[in-house]
């Protein structure tokens, strides 16, 4: 009897329950499907529709198909470009010192003495803030004779008027809003580093930043790309902190602002699309470079430790 | 020894209290300025020096703000209650059960994760207008609950994983039928990682300044955000910076509540979905 | 109470891989049955088919004399004490307990006599209002058993009940089992992949290895009747020596030396016509120090001693056999599972003497072999040559 068992070869038998299973799946899935699908696939194709029109909602029976002549309109135009470049800079510079700051803080919060409870609960507050009331306090706090942060400059200076200042406020404000969401995807990944691994290098004669570098840093690994790769694209749609800031001027207008200044203010539905579709290629580049260059794995993909 | 760990706390103690002042300042400096009276408004002082609920009582008086706290609640509270419920049942079949699409769902929400919402915004603020949405709550609601759904599927389902579903089967053999076993066993269990997700759905669609500026014109959808971007203070020579400060505070206040109750299940909320094997 | 019988049971899953195949199995009212095998032999899906959680993909379950392949658990009257105990965490011990009976719409008054009458079985009386987060690895176990026995069921399910314990514990809940089913007289099924278990446990142990019933029988059986190599080397520790041999005439050519075969083994294998080349199990104690030997006959050979562990009652004699180790895919399973492969250590015949043994490491030593408990198995199938068919079980 000690013949091996054959496995049983052809078409696989779905049992009943399987069947079930499947059903259940599908159904289960459906309706949240559904609602994705019909508020972002079905009007990013109408947003592309749009785009190759000429759609001016002030003379709307002037529409008509103008192929890809918005896109070429956009690309060639200076704001494009100026508000592209803003929002790189943004966009490289804060995740940069949000990660740094924000690694810091895990560590802080991972291996502090005391009140753990209250820094991680302080540390919420800027991610639960609404951003527009933390931006409306930073615009206060810079605006000359009201702030307390304005009076630390020689007086008459209007920090929020200047190009580059009022770049690194912006900066500012977003790095102290988000780092904390940093933080905190990074301290889950300390969490995954086992303090025994730790404790082998300090025997093997690790010095503390030894074993940071070397054992710490390459076991967190995904969680630094997956929480780089989240904060990037977030960083990269950035709207409310420069809206409410600056709304843009001087110099200071990012890619989102650019596309709701043409839908809003020049009403151009046709043009924004544009802006708009290019703005989701661009996200696309960035998360397809984060997959394939860094390997970062998708969140909720297997993780393999 | 004793000294070494003294002063080794010491400088923990000082990390923290630099951390929390970091975390706290601006919320502090906002708050402090929604209770100043118009007249030392710009002394640049951090406590206030003559306190006045002059502010409070000027945004509650208009419906301007009332109108907008309304929305806010009401339009966040539907939206979240929408996205837990169908991020509940998409989450629980892909931790629990085997089907085909699983991967294709999985991907689809994190796209959407990370998609622009500026690239939405002039598609939606077209197609609201033609289907008569635009301007009214569920012009809201939809992108919201659209938004957060990828956020409840993920966190939801770390948490689904997480329950042990022997005790499914424990129930089953104890004699509970599959309605009695998920009502009895698993939704006891699964009711805090809901909870815990619907608090953070809350949270994005309470902070969300863009669609509601954009898919808005009137009071009668804006939310508290977009409407303090358009307050214009009390008297037409009046920076409204006060009333601004105020209903900040105001919309601050249950993102602290939450922030100070739940503490603990929104770290691991947050965590949960983006690290784990 | 009832007894369970399993005809031709075969689970077969959606990729059409096979986890058990043509289960034939019996079991009598109050009998106490152990499924026994290396992980994934089938048997977890084997006890799971009879509770009713996984579909019956071939053959007919009678529980009761009912045929309840259909049948959802909840209408099977059977109480299952899982491996994680899954307790309900949201439930106090009491609550947990009562869980079966209040589904039952058994009335208050009796839920709360029958659930105090098991916990003071179980000794958890002081223990009825705690959580399950706030128990010890054996209360939470009893919590479990005592979940099961407070219905009164037809039958037990337990799937590695005991293998979330520490070594001493386990011992000791494994005797509480015992007279606890003793007394209770309830049919158990009850699943390990711990052989010790199965031995001391069982009324009747059934061996699976790959989906396929190897061996059922009675623990004496298996062990003195094993069937195969895989039964052999899976029941007893330490474990069946195995040697390869060469049969010429009424003798084996073995590493570790000629070992005659006693007149009964030769006629079985001439009758059944064993190959030239077969594989010799013995087991440890199929040796004997030959200085101490009370009885005198049979085969000596010499061995180095390798190494010797005394254990005070016995001395253990670990020693090469040269000629390499015979290899089959059961002996590989086995060597797998028992973990043999990760030592990267060369097996060794090991021999038990008795405690007084003279044996030193690095010395040779005289070893009587007990030819009469030798078994001779067939390279090419495994079946055990030595036991006619039918004195070895089905």
């Given at each position: 009897m000690s013949t091996t068992a054959d496995p049983a070869r052809g078409r696989p038998v779905l049992s009943a329950g399987a069947k079930q299973e499947r059903r259940l799946g599908w159904l289960l899935c459906a309706p949240a499907v559904l609602v994705m699908l019909a508020v972002t696939a079905y009007p990013i194709g109408y947003a592309v529709y749009l785009s190759l029109q000429r759609y001016d909602l002030r003379f709307p029976a002037r529409a008509e198909f103008v192929g890809?002549?918005?896109?070429?309109?956009?690309?060639?135009?200076?704001?494009?470009?100026?508000?592209?470049?803003?929002?790189?800079?943004?966009?490289?510079?804060?995740?940069?010192?949000?990660?740094?700051?924000?690694?810091?803080?895990?560590?802080?919060?991972?291996?502090?003495?005391?009140?753990?409870?209250?820094?991680?609960?302080?540390?919420?507050?800027?991610?639960?803030?609404?951003?527009?009331?933390?931006?409306?306090?930073?615009?206060?706090?810079?605006?000359?004779?009201?702030?307390?942060?304005?009076?630390?400059?020689?007086?008459?200076?209007?920090?929020?008027?200047?190009?580059?200042?009022?770049?690194?406020?912006?900066?500012?404000?977003e790095v102290w809003k988000t780092t904390p969401f940093m933080a905190l995807l990074l301290l889950a990944g300390l969490a995954l580093v086992p303090e025994e691994t730790l404790k082998a290098a300090m025997v093997d004669g690790a010095t503390p930043w030894q074993r940071f570098t070397?054992?710490?840093?390459?076991?967190?690994?995904?969680?630094?790309?997956?929480?780089?790769?989240?904060?990037?694209?977030?960083?990269?749609?950035?709207f409310d902190n420069i809206y409410v800031l600056t709304s843009g001027a001087h110099g200071t207008g990012s890619l989102s602002i650019l596309g709701y200044d043409n839908l809003f203010t020049a009403l151009n539905l046709g043009i924004g699309s544009a802006i708009s579709v290019l703005i989701f290629l661009c996200v696309g580049i960035i998360a397809f470079t984060f997959v394939r260059l860094f390997g970062a794995a998708a969140p909720g993909a297997e993780v393999k430790r | 020894m004793a000294a070494a760990g003294k002063t080794h706390a010491t400088r923990w103690g000082v990390v923290n209290v630099v951390v929390v002042l970091y975390a706290l300042f601006p919320v502090w400096w906002i708050a402090a300025l929604s209770f100043k009276d118009p007249g030392t408004l710009s002394d640049g002082s951090y406590v206030p020096r003559d306190w006045t609920w002059e502010n409070y009582r000027g945004i509650f008086a208009t419906s301007e703000f009332t109108r907008a706290l309304i929305n806010s609640i009401g339009i966040?509270?539907?939206?979240?209650?929408?996205?837990?419920?169908?991020?509940?049942?998409?989450?629980?079949?892909?931790?629990?059960?085997?089907?085909?699409?699983?991967?294709?769902?999985?991907?689809?929400?994190?796209?959407?994760?990370?998609?622009?919402?500026?690239?939405?915004?002039?598609?939606?603020?077209d197609i609201e207008r033609i289907i008569g949405i635009f301007d009214t709550w569920l012009g809201l609601i939809i992108p919201y609950m659209t938004f957060s759904l990828p956020l409840a599927i993920y966190t939801l389902s770390a948490f689904f994983r997480e329950i042990p579903w022997d005790l499914e089967k424990a129930a089953k053999v104890d004699g509970a039928t599959p309605a009695q076993a998920f009502r009895l066993v698993i939704v006891p269990l699964a009711a805090p990682g809901v909870f815990t997700t619907a608090i953070l759905v809350f949270i994005f669609c309470w902070n969300d300044f863009l669609f509601a500026i954009s898919l808005t014109s009137t009071e009668s959808a804006r939310t508290v955000p977009a409407a303090i971007?358009?307050?214009?203070?009390?008297?037409?020579?009046?920076?409204?910076?006060?009333?601004?400060?105020?209903?900040?505070?105001?919309?601050?206040?249950?993102?602290?509540?939450?922030?100070?109750?739940?503490?603990?299940?929104?770290?691991?909320?947050?965590?949960?979905?983006?690290?784990?094997? | 109470m009832a007894e369970i019988v399993l005809e031709k049971v075969t689970k077969r899953?959606?990729?059409?891989?096979?986890?058990?195949?043509?289960?034939?199995?019996?079991?009598?009212?109050?009998?106490?049955?152990?499924?026994?095998?290396?992980?994934?032999?089938?048997k977890s899906t084997t006890l799971n088919m009879i509770a009713g959680l996984e579909d019956i993909t071939e053959g007919t379950l009678r529980i009761g004399g009912r045929v309840v392949n259909d049948l959802a658990p909840k209408e099977r009257d059977v109480a299952m004490v899982f491996q994680s105990y899954a307790l309900y965490p949201h439930m106090s011990v009491r609550e947990n307990m009562g869980f079966p009976l209040r589904l039952a719409k058994v009335d208050k008054a009796t839920v709360d006599r029958k659930v105090e009458e098991a916990a003071r079985v179980l000794d958890l009386t002081g223990l009825l209002d705690r959580k399950p987060a706030n128990l010890s690895g054996g209360q939470r176990q009893r919590v479990a058993m005592g979940r099961a026995i407070v219905r009164d069921p037809e039958a037990f399910l337990m799937d590695e009940p005991l293998s979330n314990l520490d070594a001493k514990l386990r011992v000791q809940m494994r005797t509480q089992i015992s007279r606890l089913q003793r007394r209770l007289g309830t049919t158990?099924?009850?699943?390990?992949?711990?052989?010790?278990?199965?031995?001391?446990?069982?009324?009747?142990?059934?061996?699976?290895?790959?989906?396929?019933?190897?061996?059922?029988?009675?623990?004496?059986?298996?062990?003195?009747?094993?069937?195969?190599?895989?039964?052999?080397?899976?029941?007893?520790?330490?474990?069946?020596?195995?040697?390869?041999?060469?049969?010429?005439?009424?003798?084996?050519?073995?590493?570790?030396?000629?070992?005659?075969?006693?007149?009964?083994?030769?006629?079985?294998?001439?009758?059944?016509?064993?190959?030239?080349?077969?594989?010799?199990?013995?087991?440890?104690?199929?040796?004997?120090?030959?200085?101490?030997?009370?009885?005198?006959?049979?085969?000596?050979?010499?061995?180095?001693?390798?190494?010797?562990?005394?254990?005070?009652?016995?001395?253990?004699?670990?020693?090469?056999?040269?000629?390499?180790?015979?290899?089959t895919a059961e002996l590989e399973e086995l060597a797998t599972d028992s973990g043999a492969r990760d030592t990267g250590a060369a097996p060794q015949i090991v021999a038990r003497l008795n405690a007084a043994t003279r044996a030193r490491e690095g010395a040779p030593v005289d070893l009587r072999v007990d030819m009469g408990k030798a078994h001779v198995f067939d390279p090419s199938t495994g079946t055990n040559l030595t036991h006619q068919d039918g004195t070895a079980g089905p």
């Open positions: 890809l002549r918005n896109y070429g309109a956009v690309l060639s135009s200076p704001y494009w470009w100026d508000a592209f470049w803003v929002t790189l800079f943004i966009t490289v510079v804060s995740v940069a010192v949000e990660l740094v700051l924000g690694m810091g803080l895990a560590l802080v919060m991972h291996r502090t003495l005391f009140a753990r409870g209250t820094v991680r609960t302080a540390v919420l507050v800027p991610y639960g803030i609404v951003t527009v009331v933390a931006a409306f306090s930073w615009q206060y706090a810079w605006t000359p004779e009201l702030g307390y942060l304005a009076e630390l400059l020689p007086s008459g200076e209007a920090p929020l008027t200047e190009q580059w200042l009022a770049l690194w406020l912006i900066v500012l404000a070397k054992v710490t840093l390459p076991l967190m690994k995904p969680a630094i790309l997956v929480a780089l790769l989240f904060r990037t694209l977030d960083a990269f749609r950035i | 966040a509270l539907i939206a979240t209650v929408i996205a837990v419920v169908l991020g509940t049942m998409a989450a629980y079949a892909v931790a629990r059960l085997r089907f085909p699409g699983k991967r294709v769902l999985i991907g689809m929400s994190l796209l959407i994760a990370m998609f622009p919402p500026i690239s939405l915004v002039s598609p939606l603020f971007a358009f307050f214009t203070g009390s008297s037409q020579f009046q920076q409204p910076t006060g009333s601004i400060a105020a209903a900040a505070v105001v919309i601050t206040v249950p993102i602290i509540i939450f922030v100070l109750l739940f503490q603990r299940r929104i770290v691991a909320g947050l965590t949960s979905g983006a690290v784990k094997g | 899953y959606p990729d059409g891989s096979l986890a058990v195949k043509d289960v034939d199995l019996d079991i009598a009212d109050g009998e106490f049955v152990i499924l026994v095998g290396p992980s994934g032999c089938g158990t099924v009850y699943v390990t992949h711990d052989q010790t278990e199965a031995m001391t446990l069982g009324d009747r142990v059934v061996v699976m290895r790959q989906g396929l019933v190897q061996q059922i029988g009675t623990p004496a059986q298996l062990y003195d009747m094993p069937r195969n190599l895989f039964v052999a080397g899976f029941i007893g520790s330490p474990a069946m020596n195995f040697v390869g041999a060469s049969l010429s005439g009424g003798t084996l050519r073995t590493p570790l030396g000629d070992l005659p075969l006693d007149d009964r083994v030769r006629r079985v294998l001439e009758r059944r016509n064993a190959p030239r080349e077969v594989i010799v199990g013995l087991r440890p104690e199929a040796f004997e120090d030959a200085g101490l030997a009370r009885e005198t006959g049979g085969p000596v050979i010499t061995a180095t001693v390798d190494v010797l562990e005394s254990l005070g009652s016995d001395a253990y004699v670990y020693f090469g056999a040269e000629g390499g180790p015979v290899t």
